[in-house]
Every structure is written in C-alpha cells, then in structure tokens.
C-alpha cells in the first residue's frame, strides 16, 4: 500500500518507542513498583506494561502519572490509554485537559480531533494509529488543571503486582524514554478495505471507594515542588517607591545590634536591601594577621567536621581551581597575586572572635542561627562574582580594601525556598547581568560599612583599584539552613525538616475528635447539593467553614504548633551552645562593646601588615626557587 507522509511520520514514532521500549522492557520494572509512590516512574511503567499487552495494568500506571505529574504529555498518555480501552468520554476528558496546559500541542489536537469525528460519527477510530505524547523532561507539580481530576479519575492503593502477573521484575531501575508511543498494528495487505467494526458496548467499570491518598509516611513530599527548571528572571523596570531610605549611620556594636532588634527587622529584614554605616563597630572583628597566617586551611574541605579550616580558590564564580591538600601562607599570598578570591566557609569554628560575633548578633539582635563565611578579593577585579542569590539572609561586614556590589531586587526569585529559586550559583546557570536593567543599589564598601543582603536579591560584586584586597565577611542570618530545621513558616507549618508532617496530622485528628464532640454541625448527614450536582458549591462553602473552625481548634487546643516552636527554638539554642562551648564565643552581653574602634588607625594598621607579609611570601618564593 502507500505509504503517506503521516504513516511515515507514525512508522518513525512508533520505531523510536519500539527501540525505548525495548530499553524498558516489562523485566525491568523495578519489583517494589507502587501506583501510590509519588516518585516512581508510572509513564514508564505504563509503557512498558502496554508494551507487554496488560493495558489494565497500564492504564492504572497512566493514571498514576497523571495524579503526581499532572503535565499536558501525562493527561494525553492516559487519554490514549483510554482510547484503547474504549473509554471515549473520559479519554476525550484528558485530551482536554492536555490541551488547556498546552494548546499548541500538534499530536494532543490531533489525537483530540479524530475523537470528536469518531464520536460524532458513532464509528470506531483507529486507536493504535493514535499518536501519544513526549513525555516531558520534568514534573510541573499540582497545578490548576489538576484542581478536580478526582471527580472523574479513581485511583487504586495497590501496588503493581507485577511479580505475579509473569513479568520477571528486576529491581534495576528503569531508564526514561523520550516517548509514551504504543506500536500501531501491523495490518496484511487487503484487496479491499474493510468495513470498520462498531466497539461493542462496554458496562461501565463499578465504582471505587478508594480516597486515591499518598501513604503517611511519604505525604511530606507533597510539600516539596518536583524538580523543574531554575525560574526565569523576566520582570524588568521594577520602581519602589514606597521603600524606605537605603542608608543609616549607627555607631558602636551595641547600637547596632538594638538597630538590628527593633528597626530593621520591622522595615528591612526580607524586604530592602540597606547599607549601614557602623565606623568601627566591627572593623576590629578579623584582620589580615588573624585571617591568614600561621595556619594551614585543607583545600576544599568541610565546614560541618575537623578540621573545620577550609580554602578554596575562585575566580569569578563559585566554581574553584583545580587544588587538593594542605594549603599554607605562601600557596595563599600567591593565589591572591594570581588573581584569586579566598573563600572561607565557616570560620566562626577556628576564630573564637568570630564566634563571638555571630553568638552576639543571634543573641541580642536578630534571633537567628549565624554562620559567617569569609572572602578575600584581589583590588582591580572586573568580576569578584557573577550576579547570584543566596538562601540566606546576610551582614556584608568590610573589613579591609574596597568592594563594588550590584544588587537587583526581582520578585520571581524572592525569597527563595527550593533550589530552582536560586540563581547563578552553579557555571551552568548564568545570569546575564545587561538583561537585568538598573540596580536597586550600586555601591562601594568600604572599612566599616555593613550591606544587608536579602536572600533571593540578586548581586554582583568587583573590587576598585586598591594598594591591599578586599575582606570582607557574609554573616549569613539562616533562616533557610543546611545544617539545622529552618525558621520559615513553611517549616513552622509542617513542611521541611520539622518532623515532617506527623505532627500536624496528631493536631488535625486531635482537634477533629475535639469538635465532634462539642458541635453538631460535624455530626450531621451530608447535604443535598454534595450529591445533586458537581457544580454546586454550597456543601463547599459548609465544608470551609467546618475547616475554619478545625484549624482554630488545631491551634488553640492542641500542641502542634507549641511542638513546632520548641523544635525550631532548640535549633537556634543548639546552634549558640556550640558557638559558646565549642568554638569559644564570649555570651555575656556586657561585653559588647559601646565604643567604636578607631577607624582610620585600624585601617592603616591592617593595610600596613598585609603589604609587608605579602612582601616577605614573595621572597620566601623567590628564595625556594
């Protein structure tokens, strides 16, 4: 017969998933599949299963996908799933859906379209020459064409099953096709074509009184978005004109840890940027002397165990140079002569003065858990670090030389909870710093100066030209942390870290039990409108109000948000009992200081050191060679 444009491009699908397919075969579906795991690989599964010809076990795969990835290529696998079980009218349902997330998809219309002929028509159509859809490279989370997927799809709180159905399932994971692409049929040559046959009727499949729930013990992954891709910066021209002034002048360290307490975290803090100028309240908290000699820093190493002294050299982004071993004095004088930044992580667990600082300012100004990173700048460098964001909140505290920073303030990246939300910090995620428009600041730091940072502000840093480098410490105010439960309410709610979500479901029941017994309302027969008619929203609003109240009981009468509070506050305690007892912090609050170091003597006196031992480490290298 001939073969058409369209039957080649069938032929050529087919024969990719054939060969995918083959990849993923029956045998290799892991034995421990469930179609309640959120992360299993259901389009894969249903492929495979199709591949074997168990469409029923198929078909609950696909729908599995479309429960915990409801994506446009998802809906379209199940609708033909369902096309191939004769399920017309919910077939047709995921068509519609596919093309609501995404109406340009060729292969969904078209699927779509020979539906509608076919149930105009009241004839068969041709399902294997169905085309179904690519499977995309990420899962886009519960989004709003998802909202009522359970009115018309049952899911099932079983698992696969497939050891007993003769699949010979291995427990290698299976790789991800390209393409859901069933096989079409392979059809003799006819003399003549043949009349199409009527689908005998089918009874409809018997209700299921399943809930379609997640088990307990995995629900909290609910909670976290699915992989996607970084989000995209496109807001541009942003005004503020209701932000407050962007520069305060304080003095010594006591006065700015009230300033810290009271204003600034009522009008800055993951809101404004703000540049504070503090004279020598903490110009003598590190020097050059205490930063950089009479030390050996492990190249690379980690800031979470000994031995905590850590360096890496940088040059323009996060990325380090190609070092390994012990790194002493003269390997960090000659890095900071080829052009290279100093980043230090952690320093607070080698320099007791740090730790003070940090046990200081959690303390007696912002109630949050401080970790403090140290970087050290060559003067005269176009790119000190390519525009990025941060997790953390941080004090960009100058000690010594000069710096320049960028800071654009974009509210898609504000405020960052999950890694997509950052920015800039890996070298395959650059940002391209002429698409960002006008700054909310440019300025220049000098000794004394402290610029708050807010976490999800994108900045860029470079350093004048200046007779010694830059030094600066990120005192980094950790609301999202990678070392202890984070002070967010995503996690004061039950997300993250925080137990998970067990306790939110004790209060939940606990107050549910508690209201049962003391209103009637929860004790009533279901109304009329929640049988009659989907679209009728009054038992809706009757069941917001019974939730209203349960959430008022939840919080007033059970210990879910106490327990909550407790765990996140003990965090922080345990955070400061290290600085002090481990790492040597001063807690006493009298001993912080209400005068100011002399600004100008300090910074000659630290200028002056650091050229003279820069001196004597090039000599120490001319000497060797």
């Known amino acids: 017969f001939t073969v058409t444009m369209m039957a080649r ?144 799809i049952d899911y099932e709180d079983d698992e696969v099953g497939l050891n007993d159905e003769g699949t010979g399932a291995q427990p290698a ?47 909290y992954k609910l909670a976290d978005p699915p992989e996607t891709p970084v989000t995209r910066i496109v807001s541009k021209g942003e005004t503020y004109p209701d932000a407050p002034p962007t520069e305060v002048s304080l003095t010594h360290r006591a006065n700015v840890l009230e300033y810290i307490q009271k204003d600034f975290r009522e009008t800055y803090f993951e809101q404004y940027p703000l540049l504070m100028h503090t004279e020598g309240a903490f110009v003598n908290a590190l020097t050059f002397q205490e930063a950089l000699t009479k030390q050996r820093f492990k190249y690379e190493g980690s800031k979470y165990e000994a031995p905590f002294r850590n360096v890496k050299f940088i040059k323009g982004t996060f990325k380090p140079k190609d070092e390994t071993g012990l790194k002493g004095e003269r390997a960090l004088a000659r890095a900071l002569r080829n052009g290279y930044t100093l980043q230090m992580y952690g320093i607070q667990t080698w320099l007791p ?45 100058q ?60 900045h860029a840093t470079s350093t004048p030209a200046s007779k010694v480098p830059s030094m600066h410490m990120t005192v980094g105010m950790e609301t999202l942390w990678d070392i202890g439960l984070s002070q967010s309410w995503f996690n004061l709610l039950g997300a993250g870290d925080v137990s998970r979500h067990n306790h939110v479901v004790e209060g939940l029941y606990t107050a549910l039990r508690r209201q049962v017994k003391a209103d009637i309302d929860f004790r009533k027969s279901l109304p009329a409108s929640f049988y009659n008619s989907s679209k009728n929203t009054e038992w809706k609003e009757e069941s917001r109000r019974l939730l209203h109240k349960l959430v008022d009981d939840m919080v007033d009468h059970t210990p879910t948000l106490r327990r909550s509070q407790r765990a996140l506050k003990n965090t922080i305690a345990k955070h400061n009992w290290d ?35 820069q001196q004597r480490m090039q000599a120490r290298q001319k000497d060797e060679l």
Not at 176 to 183: E, F, I, R, V
Not at 413 to 419: A, D, E, M, R, V
């Open 579 to 613: 600085l002090q007892y481990k790492y040597g912090a001063n807690a006493s609050y009298a001993d912080v200081e209400t005068e100011s170091a002399d600004l100008k003597d300090y910074t000659a006196m630290n200028e002056e050191f650091y050229l003279n031992w």
């Open 353 to 397: 003065k740090v730790a003070t600082l940090g046990l200081q300012l959690s303390k007696f100004g912002i109630n949050l858990p401080v970790n403090t990173n140290l970087y050290v700048t060559p003067g005269s460098t176009k790119v000190s670090l390519i525009p990025h964001t941060d997790f953390q909140c941080s004090l960009m505290m």
């Open 9 to 152: 491009q069938i032929l050529l699908l087919s024969l990719i998933a054939w060969v995918q397919c083959k990849k993923f075969g029956i045998d290799k579906i892991p034995s421990d599949y469930s179609f309640t795991s959120p992360t299993a690989e259901h389009t894969n599964t249903g492929i495979a299963l199709d591949e074997g010809n168990k469409r029923d076990l198929a078909l609950k795969a696909f729908r599995a996908a479309v429960r915990f990835s409801p994506t446009e290529s998802s809906y379209g696998n199940l609708g033909v799933a369902l096309m191939r079980s004769s399920q017309y009218q919910e077939a047709k349902k995921m068509f519609e859906k596919a093309l609501e997330l995404n109406p340009n998809s060729e292969l969904t219309k078209e699927n779509y379209d020979e539906l509608k002929k076919f149930l105009a028509s009241e004839q068969e159509p041709e399902q294997d020459n169905m085309v179904s859809q690519p499977v995309e490279g990420q899962n886009d989370g519960f989004g709003a064409a998802a909202d009522d997927i359970d009115d018309y």
């Open 173 to 219: 994971p299976p790789p991800s096709p390209k393409l859901a692409q069933t096989k079409p049929k392979e059809t003799p040559a006819k003399t003549q074509k043949a009349k199409p046959k009527k689908a005998a009727a089918k009874p409809p499949p018997a209700p299921k009184i399943s809930l379609g729930t997640v088990p307990i013990e995995t629900a």
């Open 399 to 458: 000690l010594a030389g000069l710096k320049r920073w960028k800071l654009w303030l974009k509210p898609e990246i504000f405020l960052p909870t999950h890694s997509h939300m950052v920015r800039g910090r890996d070298h395959d995620d650059p940002v391209d710093i002429d698409s960002l428009g006008k700054p909310y600041m440019d300025v220049v730091l000098r000794p004394g100066d402290i610029l708050y940072v807010p976490r999800g502000v994108l």
